[in-house]
């Protein structure tokens, strides 16, 4: 079983998950092996919100090249939750 501090894993700060934020929809960098439930679960526990839902996808890895080698980036996964209305996290708005 996967501990709730270890499911999310940092907050997705970027201009697009900003823009989702004023929605009420809220983005992190989650564990691979997580499932909805147990993000929604680490959600509502950590910042004691009612989370309404939960879209999980896999952020696949971009080609890089570093001098002579070529790799990739590693992939991850993302979890987009949306609370209900009245609803915000501290951690986002600077409480």
Not at 26 to 50: C, G, M, N, W
Not at 51 to 60: Q, R, Y
Request: with cysteine; charged share 30%; proline share 4%.
């Amino acid at each position: 079983m996967v501990v709730l501090k270890q499911v999310l894993i940092e907050p997705v700060l970027s201009e697009k998950a900003n823009i989702m934020r004023e929605e009420g929809k809220y983005v992190f960098r989650v564990d691979p092996s997580a499932t909805k439930i147990q993000i929604k679960e680490a959600v509502r526990k950590l910042f004691k919100v009612h989370p309404v839902s939960c879209t999980v996808m896999v952020v696949g890895g971009k080609p890089k090249r570093q001098r002579y080698r070529s790799g990739h980036t590693t992939t991850w996964k993302k979890a987009i939750i949306c609370l209900q209305k009245n609803e915000k996290i501290g951690l986002f708005e600077g409480v």
